[in-house]
């Protein structure tokens, strides 16, 4: 591992990790910089544990002491040799963690936080965001039954970190509320005859699988400390926010310039700066995941199906990530029929640790506004009547006709029209919509199961942003976001031309499995899909 390196949240904070002496060091880099901080840091003891296990792997060996404790015998399985040394990469299921110790900031200026339960779940999904983003193990298993087996044929694991119960994690009932939030999970799923519940029994072999933390929405553990009134840190946001609270005699700043849309600027800073609108802004600093409403329905030509969700605004920035492979942070944003350029905040591309000398300074995300250039009509007007793009979605022609086009997508009560941007530079269009509703929920077999399988239709516009690599970064981080929009949603499909091979092999290399063939009115189409279950994490 790096002498240090930073994380990049996808609230917009970063985190520096440095090695310190039995463990970690995780420090926030924001604590002078913003109205409201993330804790300021905290220590993790981080190791691998070696051991002969049964079947050569900790996974078996758990499966079969549940085995023995369910059948009545707790000495019955067999004993293990452990090798435990200091974290250097990651193992399939060998790693292990605990919290050691947290560092608040001054109670003087920020008060101390109201769940302290809370806070240490969201210190332990930073902590896992860092680590699921490390080298991939090797996910082969090696045991008795296949150890003859070539390695292109051995069975796959899934990439799992355990828990121990030590250090923070000792405290009475953390543990079990951390596993009612969905962070950490046990194949062990007894009550457990234990009378004591500080004895512990049955909460040793807690785990997070890279599968699962990536389909948890950061939005339930993410959240900043409120500073006291007498800090000197503002608790309002620079710019207003919907919903809002008003901040009394605090000055108006500055508006951006006039020649940029504001109005998309306000509804679009998204993810990165937390003092401004979008998915995780709260004037009450809590956690703004919010859990699906009940059931309703309704009907769209004769098609039974949910009452949806209202999509983000015109201009509204609604998932940023950095990417680590190639230094450049990913968003997408609903389109604008503005005539202005819908510029939005964006962090600038932050210099890799390992690029930066010896004891220099860690580089850090500064929200800056893009460069203004064309409107999302105009970009539509130009990559419509590329003549490879043309070939494929039959669009070209005057300006007015893609002005048409989009509003269409707008209007839409099945789906929303959507602008992918490398940096803030927008790379290429895209649909997001529900299956079930749309023409071709007809063709699916099962009916888009309960209603909430999602589709996608995209094209890149930019030539530079073309390639293999950019596509598995960007519809990977596609199926990232409608798996975290709605749990209930299992599949993502997409219905390419047949004769787009290019494009049906990037899906499949992706993990998208081809269902068929199916006559469209206006193409034949092979069914692409992926479903949750088999979705791993997105590419980085």
Partial sequence: MAPSSIVHLPNGQSITVS????GLAFKSNELNTHHAVFPPGWTIVLQTEEDDEIDGNRGASWKAKVQAISAGSR??????????????????????????????????????????????????????????????????LINGQSAKTADAGKPRGEWRIYLRREGVFRGRNLLQKLERMGLIASEDSRVGAVVDDRNGDGWEEMFISRRIFWQLDPRIFLFTLPPNQNSPLNSGSPYPSRPGSPITNMPTPPRPDSQVDTTSVTASQGLWAPPTPGPFASASHLPTYF?????????????????RPKPPRQ???????????????????????????????????????????????????????????????????????????????????????????????????????????????????????????????????????????????????EQEFR????????????????????????????????????????????????????????????????????WEAPAL
């Avoid at 090695?19 to 039995?22: K, L, N, R, S």
């Avoid at 019955?76 to 040799?81: C, E, L, R, V, W």
């Fill in 75 to 140: 000495d019955s399985f067999p004993s293990k040799k452990q090798h435990i040394h200091r974290f250097k990469s990651p193992t399939l299921h060998g790693d292990y963690l605990f919290i050691s110790s947290i560092s608040n900031p001054s109670n003087s200026e920020f008060r101390p936080a109201s769940s302290p339960t809370r806070q240490i779940a969201m210190m332990l999904w930073a902590t896992l965001y860092w680590y699921f983003h490390q080298p991939e193990p090797d996910l082969r």
């Fill in 467 to 534: 390639g293999p690599h950019r596509f598995r970064v960007w519809m990977s981080a596609l199926v990232h976001y409608c798996f975290l929009a709605d749990y209930r949603t299992q599949n993502i499909y997409l219905e390419p031309r047949v004769d787009n091979e290019k494009f049906v092999g990037y899906l499949q290399d992706l993990g998208f499995f081809k269902e068929r063939e199916i006559a469209l009115p206006h193409k034949q189409a092979a069914l692409m899909r992926i479903t949750r279950e088999a």
């Fill in 291 to 307: 859990p699906p409403p009940p059931l309703q329905y309704t009907f769209t030509d004769t098609v039974r199906h949910p009452i």
């Fill in 19 to 22: 090695p310190v002496f039995g």
């Fill in 315 to 461: 201009g509204e920035t609604f998932y940023t990530r950095f990417i680590p492979s190639l230094g450049q942070c990913l968003s997408f944003r609903v389109a604008s029929l503005s005539l202005r350029s819908s510029s939005h905040l964006i962090p600038s591309s932050p210099i890799q640790a390992h690029f930066l000398p010896p004891n220099s300074a860690v580089a850090e995300f500064h929200p800056n506004l893009a460069p203004s250039g064309p409107s999302d009509v105009e970009l539509l007007h130009r990559w419509m009547n590329d003549a490879r793009v043309a070939s494929f979605w039959g669009e070209q022609g005057p300006q007015a006709q893609q002005e048409a086009f989009l509003r269409n997508g707008l209007e839409s009560r099945h789906g929303f029209p959507v602008i992918g941007c490398w940096d803030g530079k927008p790379f290429g269009y895209i649909e997001i919509y529900w299956v079930r509703e749309d023409r071709l929920g007809r063709y699916v077999n099962d009916g888009c199961g309960d209603g909430w399988d999602r589709g996608v239709h995209c094209l890149v516009g």
